[in-house]
């Protein structure tokens, strides 16, 4: 069984630029959430795909956008970006939003 | 909205017992996660508690008061590695997570 991935593991980016985090979820999972970490706090809900619909979006603007594809794989865009996006992003998949499994995050530095 | 509270951080000795408490109030509930989560790294499962009462997992005990709105994670024995952050998160589809319980384990 494969678990979670997520790529890419750290990046730095300016501020105004884009960018697109990836995640793969685990085999068999069907739903894919996604959340912000910043330093010292509890990860923030951005929003969650099921079977390739948004299912639920946290207190985040529309700059942060998402896909799920076919395969259950998921996308997280976030456009404009600002000082405050520093932070880690995980991502975190389940099978109809029981037990959600986590990758190992994308470390988003923005200067 | 969602509001999830837990203590900011916890100090123990090696071999010791710790209980960090969690309260939440949520719009939505099907039950508890507790979460560890080691510095730079993602948070791993440790336990899920849907109805009230206390699952038992080795050194590792958690409760759930539905009532009360209230949980607790019980850590035994307690070992150098048990250092790191403790994370509640409340279920209604998606997790609704407080800021964590930094646990340092002293010799």
């Known amino acids: 069984e494969t678990g979670v991935t997520q790529s890419p593991t750290h990046l730095i980016k300016t501020r105004g630029q884009q960018v697109t985090l990836r995640c793969s979820s685990q085999s068999g999972h069907n739903t894919v959430s996604w959340y912000q970490q910043a330093l010292g706090q509890g990860p923030q809900f951005i929003f969650q795909y099921y079977r390739e619909e948004e299912n639920g979006r946290g207190n985040f603007p529309p700059r942060f956008s998402g896909l799920q594809f076919p395969n259950y794989s998921s996308e997280l865009n976030v456009n404009a970006l600002e000082l405050d996006d520093s932070a880690l992003y995980l991502c975190a998949s389940s099978q109809d939003s029981n037990e959600q499994f986590f990758g190992p995050g994308t470390r988003l530095t923005v200067l | 909205g969602q509001n999830i509270d837990q203590p900011t951080e916890m100090t123990a000795t090696e071999g010791a017992i710790v209980q960090i408490n969690c309260t939440y109030q949520?719009?939505?509930?099907?039950?508890l996660f507790w979460y560890q989560q080691h510095a730079g790294e993602a948070p791993t499962f440790l336990s899920y508690n849907v109805l009230d009462g206390l699952e038992e997992k080795g050194r590792f005990s958690s409760f759930l008061s539905r009532s009360k709105g209230y949980s607790y994670l019980l850590l035994k024995e307690l070992q150098m590695k048990d250092s790191a952050s403790y994370l509640c998160a409340a279920n209604d589809y998606k997790l609704s997570f407080g800021a964590g319980t930094t646990v340092t384990v002293r010799a």
């Open positions: 949520t719009s939505g509930f099907n039950g």
